[in-house]
């Protein structure tokens, strides 16, 4: 790869029509995303090209740290600042409405339909956005990467989806919306960081490197060795891995222990009970307010 320029990824098939899909559902003015979240939407799209069709992909095959870099943004802020856009509902708005009945319907009666779903359920997202974690930085996993451009994009777009179907379960953003208390959120959240925690204190503590690939280099940039190239991988999984687990979790604590709004007062009748706009206003007992009697003036009026 030419290390000063771009390069196509064949992940990057995705980015474009969900592009184009958002800004066609934005047209219309009814449930149209709010500036932010067009911005995070984009911004995500960005980053999954920054991250696979930039030099920042030429860099990590001779820099394990920049591989790692790679890893993160796939991982942890390309899918949660795309699920802040509210993409699902904004792209759907994009198709004919026919196409969406139909696509809906057949959706509906497939046989991946539950498959799907318990794909989606939380315990399941969790397993399989850490079980790839794990996976394709085992030694002879992640040199198979190196080899192989298919499996390279195959390991960057499982590390996106599986990422979406993570970070669906921690953002609120709808169909697939969180099923999971704001405690239970938080433990999923501590538990998929120390994760990578573990991988990160294996990289730093290791006495030689781990991956063949970066140990059969003869030279890199910077002139760093192979184990200094290694440890800072390991501080970049932990540090900047860490950043969008610690806001999340920050958000998540701060919703779980605010106290929930005190209950909007009842908008109350001159005669001080609740007013009522469909009937006679009660009173305390539940019967009707009986007419107050007029003024011996007003009835001779």
Do not use: C
């Not at 771009?6 to 449930?31: E, M, N």
């Not at 777009?157 to 239970?184: E, H, K, N, Q, S």
């Amino acid at each position: 790869m030419n290390l000063s320029g771009w390069s196509w990824d064949p992940s990057l098939v995705y980015v474009v029509p969900a592009a184009v899909l958002y800004a066609l559902g934005s047209r219309p003015k009814a449930g149209r995303p709010s500036v932010l979240q067009t911005a995070a939407f984009y911004t995500g799209l960005l980053s999954i090209v920054i991250a696979v069709d930039s030099p920042i992909d030429a860099y990590a095959d001779e820099l394990l740290w920049v591989h790692m870099l790679q890893h993160v943004i796939l991982l942890t802020v390309a899918p949660p600042l795309i699920l802040l856009g509210r993409p699902w509902p904004t792209m759907w708005r994009a198709l004919p409405l026919h196409s969406r009945t139909v696509l809906a319907r057949g959706v509906a009666k497939s046989q991946l339909a539950a498959p799907l779903r318990a794909l989606a359920a939380p315990l399941a997202a969790w397993i399989l956005f850490n079980g790839a974690i794990v996976f394709w930085h085992i030694p002879s996993a992640y040199d198979l990467t190196e080899r192989n451009g298919a499996v390279h994009a195959a390991e960057h777009a499982m590390f996106f989806f599986f990422g979406l179907l993570f970070w669906a379960r921690v953002i609120d953003t709808g169909p697939l919306r969180p099923r999971l208390t704001w405690p239970a959120r938080i433990a999923y959240i501590v538990g998929a960081m120390t994760v990578g925690w573990v991988l990160a204190i294996v990289f730093v503590v290791a006495p030689e490197p781990i991956y063949q690939h970066y140990a059969d280099l003869r030279t890199r940039p910077g002139g760093i060795s192979a184990l200094t190239d290694q440890q800072l991988a390991g501080g970049m999984m932990w540090v900047g891995g860490s950043i969008a687990y610690t806001i999340a979790l920050l958000i998540g604590l701060y919703q779980w222990v605010a106290p929930e709004p005190p209950p909007r007062a009842p908008v109350r009748d001159a005669v001080g009970f609740p007013g009522s706009p469909n009937g006679p206003t009660p009173a305390p007992n539940g019967s009707p307010i009986p007419a107050l009697p007029l003024p011996e003036a007003a009835q001779a009026r």
